[in-house]
């Protein structure tokens, strides 16, 4: 009966274990750097740019779409 009035606390605890257990025992992947491939950059494309010609809002008007 004691041990349903501290649930939460058996669960964290546990949980806590669990994930320690998992990072302590995992394998970290080495690194790959694959420095042989070249790289797509195209120095004369230029990027492109979007404007937008749109007129602000007013106070009045934010308060009329609300």
């Given at each position: 009966m004691n041990a349903l009035?501290?649930?939460?606390?058996?669960f964290f605890t546990v949980a806590a274990v669990g994930v320690s257990f998992a990072i302590a025992t995992?394998?970290?992947q080495p690194l790959v750097?694959?420095?042989d491939?070249?790289?797509f950059i195209h120095p004369d494309v230029q990027m492109?740019?979007?404007t937008v010609a749109a007129k602000r809002l007013t106070a009045a008007e934010k308060a009329e779409l609300m």
């Open positions: 009035k501290h649930m939460e606390a058996i995992s394998e970290t750097v694959a420095a491939r070249p790289l492109p740019v979007v």
